[in-house]
């Protein structure tokens, strides 16, 4: 079949529906304050300062440098690539320089360090809470107590999340490092994954390639993976998703279980991953056999730690959801401000995904492949994340950082379409940069530090 993109991928048109595609969004910010005054200054994005003084510095000669340089290592790798068909480990090797190149163009401090460790006054990361612990037995044992008192981002998590800056920094001493092993691990996890989930089902490996590099281009993905321990969760999650379907062996299972605990350790939001699991076994098998032994077996490792350590993670979850919400359900309590967070999450989301892929995306889903698995998980995972969004989840709008283990499942889709629609190198080389235009115009613009 012939490619429906052209028009789409022209050099002109692409960067005018890029540049357009954000002016939407200035545009759309200045209508929602008309009507909503408790909405974010910078609606959709819940955390953001434009790199201009008072609140940031505007970018200098040597940020501007790095952006030039990390610019012609992505017009590099488009020419590697393209000649070594995708291979993954071209991708991930070019995924993790583009993702620490673009976040350097926010300068070393606020790069690396500030995500880690905070900056100034702003101390409130898990790395500020994890130095604090000495003997880290005892915080598990005492962290229903402690919890309550932790910095704003810890004490709505598991205590998996803090324990783990703690071995980090014990291990790496130095705040960049751990953001460039965060980085290097995401990367690595994610692409493997991802690539193995597309060679399964589309079995072509230089779609799989090059759907996969596309995923490590996304504005999300670039801005977030570095630092951000829910690119770990998200990779922990995708690795899931892996196991559970395509390995149907003890040993799969296994790691699934594994996996599913070291996420949910780290955030309670990975419970998402559970009823995509359960809804996706009983679409296709007509059965949640797999499904229940995967949830009972996490659920006895937790009560075997609770046996052990005294750490009630039920506890710790109903704790987390007094402090997210101390009114009660804000669909109750403050419904239109329920109403307005629904909306800037699901904006944010789209934000950060752009417009291409999300129009190919849309494409891939009205395909006609009724047998198509990953059609199906994309359907229940977003299904499962509209239902957290209607419950309340997220409820201060970062769903781009906190939801990021839904891109995967965004882009499964564009990997159908573009298989049954090829598009030459040339427009494959313009869907790219057009994605990467837009993370790099991102960087430059605005910081997005938590």
């Not at 360090?113 to 005892?138: K, M, Q």
């Not at 062996?249 to 790691?255: C, K, Q, R, T, V």
């Not at 780290?266 to 991953?273: A, K, Q, T, Y």
């Not at 494409?363 to 309340?392: D, F, P």
Request: aromatic fraction near 16%; charge should be positive; hydrophobic fraction near 50%.
């Amino acid at each position: 079949m012939t490619s429906s993109l052209g028009d789409l991928l022209r050099p002109r048109r692409a960067v005018l529906l890029t540049f357009g595609f954000l002016t939407a969004f200035v545009v759309i910010n200045r209508f929602v304050h008309l009507i909503c005054n408790y909405c974010t200054t910078y609606w959709p994005i819940s955390v953001f300062a434009f790199r201009a003084p008072p609140t940031f510095y505007y970018p200098n000669l040597s940020h501007i440098l790095v952006a030039s340089l990390t610019t012609v290592i992505f017009i590099l790798s488009l020419i590697a690539l393209a000649k070594t068909r995708y291979k993954l480990l071209y991708v991930i090797t070019f995924g993790i320089v583009l993702i620490l190149g673009s976040n350097l163009t926010q300068g070393f401090q606020h790069g690396l360090l500030t995500p880690i460790e905070g900056y100034g006054g702003f101390r409130n990361e898990y790395f500020n809470d994890a130095v604090e612990i000495e003997n880290p037995l005892h915080f598990l044992s005492s962290y229903i107590d402690i919890q309550p008192n932790l910095l704003p981002h810890s004490r709505t998590h598991p205590p998996g999340a803090i324990l783990l800056f703690y071995y980090l920094s014990k291990l790496l001493t130095k705040p960049a490092m751990i953001s460039i092993i965060i980085t290097v691990i995401s990367v690595v996890a994610h692409a493997y994954y991802l690539w193995k989930l597309f060679c399964n089902e589309l079995k072509n490996e230089s779609i799989a390639g090059y759907s996969t590099f596309l995923f490590l281009l996304l504005p999300a993905i670039q801005i977030y993976f570095s630092a951000s321990i829910d690119a770990l969760i998200g990779a922990c999650l995708l690795g899931v998703l892996y196991h559970f379907f395509h390995s149907q062996s003890n040993f799969g299972l296994l790691a699934a279980i594994l996996l599913l605990m070291l996420a949910s350790f780290m955030s309670f939001g990975s419970l998402f991953i559970v009823p995509v699991i359960f809804a996706y076994e009983f679409l296709e098998k007509r059965s949640i056999r797999r499904s229940f032994y995967l949830a009972a077996a996490t659920g006895l490792l937790y009560l075997l730690l609770f046996s052990t350590t005294g750490f009630n993670y039920a506890q710790s979850f109903i704790i987390a959801a007094k402090l997210e919400n101390p009114y009660g359900p804000w669909l109750l309590a403050r419904p239109l401000v329920y109403t307005a967070t629904r909306f800037e999450g699901l904006f944010e989301l789209v934000l950060f995904y752009g417009p291409f892929l999300g129009l190919i995306t849309i494409r891939g889903l009205k395909e006609n492949m009724a047998s198509s698995k990953l059609k199906k998980i994309t359907l229940v995972g977003v299904a499962c994340l509209a239902l957290m969004l209607l419950l309340g989840v997220y409820r201060e709008g970062e769903t781009a950082r906190a939801a990021i283990f839904i891109y995967p499942y965004l882009i499964f889709p564009v990997g159908i379409y573009l298989k049954d629609h090829p598009i030459s190198l040339g427009e494959r080389n313009i869907l790219a940069a057009t994605i990467f235009l837009q993370t790099i115009l991102m960087q430059m613009v605005g910081n997005y530090f938590w």
